[in-house]
């Protein structure tokens, strides 16, 4: 069975490719009865990293727990694709481009530290929440910006936690860092 299968076995049409990594690609998927969009991960079969999907779907459920995360709706073992919430929305460096008002990005740190938290109190290290900042997507609220941190796939319940303090090192430290930087003169942070 392939994708095409998966989906209309499961009452979904295929909308369009998401994202592609080393291992897995996104796709967008709607479920036809209600409409409601969805993401579907699916591990490449070229991928060297086999069940990867377990992984992610075992971090993404505990990280759920908590209410952190795309909720998780399926995941399917033999297809190697998990089903997950859409979250729609730019990733956190493509929304600080924008300069965010100094009211929406103090929100959203705060936000996303008390995730980050909440991970460290889980034992679940995402390990990928530096660098570019794409796996933190920010979704709106209401008014307020929201963070949904993504890509539970390299996370670990065995690794010490580090996610606050990796998250104020690429947040407020890091001088050649773009997101410190821009964090700093939104926030109008001294040095």
Excluded at 58 to 84: H, Q, T, W
Excluded at 108 to 136: M, P, R, S, T
Excluded at 140 to 145: F, L, Q, R, S, V
Aim: proline share 4%.
């Amino acid at each position: 069975m392939g994708l095409e299968s998966f989906l209309s076995e499961n009452g979904f049409s295929f909308e369009r490719k998401i994202s592609k990594g080393h291992s897995s690609e996104v796709f967008l998927i709607k479920h036809l009865s209600s409409g409601n969009f969805f993401a579907l991960k699916k591990e490449k079969a070229s991928s060297r990293r086999k069940h990867m999907l377990f992984k992610e779907v075992s971090n993404l459920y505990l990280a759920n727990s908590k209410g952190i995360g795309p909720r998780l709706y399926a995941f399917d073992p033999m297809e190697n694709c998990v089903v997950m919430e859409f979250i729609e929305g730019p990733a956190f460096s493509k929304w600080l481009e924008q300069s965010p008002s100094r009211k929406d990005l103090e929100f959203f740190v705060k936000e996303l530290l008390k995730q980050a938290k909440a991970l460290d109190e889980l034992h679940l290290d995402h390990g990928q929440l530096a660098g570019k900042g794409k796996n933190i997507l920010v979704r709106i609220e209401g008014k307020n910006p929201v963070p949904v941190v993504v890509d539970f796939e390299k996370a670990s319940q065995v690794r010490k936690t580090h996610n606050v303090s990796q998250l104020e090192g690429f947040l407020f430290k890091n001088p050649n860092g773009f997101a410190a930087r821009k964090v700093k003169e939104i926030l109008q942070l001294k040095e």
